[in-house]
C-alpha cells in the first residue's frame, strides 16, 4: 500500500450518500462533544460593540434599525425558551447563538467548517475517508453566513417599516454570531496526521498546557490566549468591561494590520474569508503545536495579538456587512427572488469545495 493516499480530482467528496451523511453525522456528534464555541463571550461582544459604535458614528437610522432588530429577535429566541437577558442589548445578542446551539444540537455545525490540513502528505495513517467527510459536513458557518445575510438582504423592506418575522430574527441573530466565530482560525480548519488520524476536531484534540483556563488549542484561540479578563454576557459589568477591552483592541489596530492580515481584511464574502483564513493562518495556528506542549511567552504573545486582529477586523466585516444588506448605501447586492432557497447556497459551495480539493490537495487521491 502507497504511503500517500491520493485523492482523484472526481473525489466522491461531493455525493452525499445515506452512509455518508450518517457518517458525516456521527463525526459531527464525536466533535460536538468537545467543542467549544468560538470565541468565548467575550469575543463575540467584542465584536459587536466594534461593529454597532462604527455603525451608530455614521448613520444613526441603522443603528436604531439594530435596536429594533435586536428587540423583535430577543422576543423570538425568549419564545425558544432562551434568556431575554442575553439579547437585551446588540452586544450582547452576539453571543446568543451559542445558547441556541446548546438548545437546538441540530444547529452546532453552523458555527464551523473543518477544512482539512493535511501538513504531512507521507503520512500513512491518515484517514482520508474522515478528510473528505469533515469538509463536507453540512450546514457550516460559511453557508449559514451566506444564507442568512441574503434573508435579511430580501427582507430589507419589511425590517425597515418595523415588520420583523422570525425567519429574519433568527438571520439577525445568526449574523451578529457567526462573522465572529468565521474569524477564529479553528472554525475554518482541523488537523489530519499521524497523531491525529481522524482530525484533531478543531484543535479540540490537541491539549496545551501553561495558560491559564486553557487546556487545548481550541480553547488557547477562542480565549485569545488570555489576552483580556473573561468576561460573561450576564455579568453585571460586562458591558462596561466590553467598552473598556474595545478601546484597547481600537488602539492595537489604530496604525493598522501587520500581514498576512491586511489581505485577510478586504475578504467579506464566507467563502472568501474561510479560504484566506486556510491560506494564511495555517502554518501561524499550527508551527509548534503538539498535543502536551507547554505555551512559550511568545506563542502567548503572537495569538494574542493575531486573535486581535482578528476578532478586530470582524467588527469591522459585521459592519460592512450590515451596512451592505440594511443601510441607505445604492451598492447594496440585488434581492434575489422569495424565497431564498436553502438549496442554492449548499450547491454552490460544493462548487467551491470541488475547487478547492483540486487546488489544494491535487496529489491526494482515493486509489490505493
Ligand atoms: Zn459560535
Not at 81 to 99: H, I, K, M, N, P
Not at 238 to 254: G, I, R
Amino acid at each position: 500500500m502507497s504511503n500517500s493516499v491520493v485523492l482523484c480530482r472526481s473525489i466522491p467528496v461531493l455525493r452525499f450518500s445515506t452512509k455518508l451523511l450518517k457518517l458525516s453525522v456521527l463525526s459531527a456528534t464525536l466533535f460536538l462533544s468537545t467543542v467549544s464555541h468560538a470565541w468565548h463571550d467575550l469575543g463575540h461582544m467584542l465584536v459587536a460593540k466594534l461593529a454597532y459604535d462604527q455603525i451608530s458614528a455614521n448613520d444613526s437610522k441603522l443603528a436604531g434599525i439594530l435596536d429594533n432588530l435586536t428587540k423583535a429577535s430577543c422576543d423570538y429566541f425568549s419564545g425558544l425558551g432562551l434568556e431575554s437577558d442575553q439579547c437585551a442589548t446588540f452586544v450582547q445578542a452576539a453571543t446568543l447563538l451559542d445558547s441556541y446551539s446548546g438548545k437546538y444540537p441540530e444547529s452546532k455545525s453552523w458555527h464551523y467548517i473543518n477544512m482539512p490540513v493535511v501538513f504531512d502528505e507521507a503520512s500513512s495513517k491518515v484517514n482520508y475517508t474522515a478528510v473528505t467527510e469533515a469538509a463536507a459536513e453540512l450546514p457550516n458557518v460559511d453557508i449559514q453566513l451566506q444564507y442568512s445575510l441574503q434573508v435579511l438582504r430580501n427582507n430589507r423592506a419589511d425590517i425597515l417599516e418595523g415588520h420583523i418575522d422570525d425567519e429574519t430574527s433568527k438571520a439577525f441573530i445568526t449574523v451578529i454570531h457567526l462573522m465572529g466565530d468565521i474569524h477564529q482560525p479553528l472554525h475554518n480548519f482541523e488537523l489530519f496526521s499521524d497523531v491525529f488520524p481522524n482530525g484533531d476536531a478543531g484543535g479540540n484534540r490537541l491539549d496545551v498546557k501553561g495558560v491559564d483556563g486553557v487546556s487545548n488549542l481550541h480553547s488557547l484561540w477562542d480565549s485569545m490566549a488570555d489576552k483580556y479578563s473573561d468576561v460573561r454576557w450576564y455579568d453585571s459589568d460586562a458591558l462596561d468591561q466590553v467598552a473598556k477591552f474595545k478601546e484597547e483592541v481600537s488602539q492595537a489596530v489604530a496604525a493598522g494590520y501587520s500581514a498576512p492580515f491586511n489581505d485577510l481584511r478586504v475578504m467579506v464574502d464566507p467563502w472568501n474569508i474561510t479560504s484566506a483564513i486556510n491560506l494564511e493562518m495555517q502554518h501561524r495556528v499550527y508551527d509548534d503545536m503538539y498535543s502536551g506542549v507547554t505555551v512559550s511567552d511568545s506563542q502567548k504573545n503572537q495569538i494574542q495579538l493575531d486573535a486581535t486582529y482578528l476578532v478586530a477586523m470582524a467588527g469591522e466585516k459585521l459592519a460592512r456587512s450590515l451596512q451592505e444588506v440594511l443601510g441607505s448605501s445604492q451598492r447594496r447586492v440585488r434581492q434575489i427572488s422569495r424565497p431564498v432557497a436553502r438549496e442554492a447556497f449548499d450547491s454552490a459551495f460544493q462548487r467551491q469545495l470541488k475547487h478547492w480539493f483540486s487546488r489544494n490537495m491535487p496529489q491526494v487521491s482515493t486509489g490505493n
